[in-house]
């Protein structure tokens, strides 16, 4: 089992940044490819960014691509998603989720574990 908690979210006016972390315990660390994913009020949640276990490969989802950057330090535990250029558009509850896979995937399913999720409000 693996217990992930996310901190860092709060109100952010557009055009300013937020780093979220998302502190993970109950296993090895670097067994585990992570992810982060949002949902947004009445919306279905959506992938964001994700690492496999080494970070030598990481994928964005288009819409946040060239303003968050997401990335892992193993001896810490824990995985960051910085946040750049916020729009009203990024408005929703964030989440990071944990996985044995080597393969990166935006598929939700495919994610074993996952926190409770932090807030994200941008006001325009």
């Known amino acids: 089992q693996v217990q992930l908690v996310e901190s860092g979210g709060g109100l952010v006016q557009a055009g300013g940044s937020l780093r979220l972390s998302c502190a993970a315990s109950g296993r090895t660390f670097s067994n585990y490819a992570m992810a982060w994913f949002r949902q947004a009020p009445g919306k279905e949640r959506e992938f964001v960014a994700a690492?496999?276990?080494?970070?030598?490969?990481?994928r964005y989802a288009d819409s946040v691509k060239g303003r968050f950057t997401i990335s892992r330090d193993n001896a810490k535990n824990t995985v960051y998603l910085q946040m750049n250029s916020l729009k009203a558009e990024d408005t929703a509850v964030y989440y990071c989720?944990?996985?044995?896979?080597?393969?990166?995937?935006?598929?939700?399913?495919?994610?074993?574990?996952w926190g409770q999720g932090t807030q994200v409000t941008v006001s325009s």
């Open positions: 690492i496999t276990k080494s970070g030598d490969n990481i």
């Open positions: 989720a944990a996985d044995r896979s080597t393969v990166i995937s935006t598929i939700i399913p495919r994610w074993d574990y």
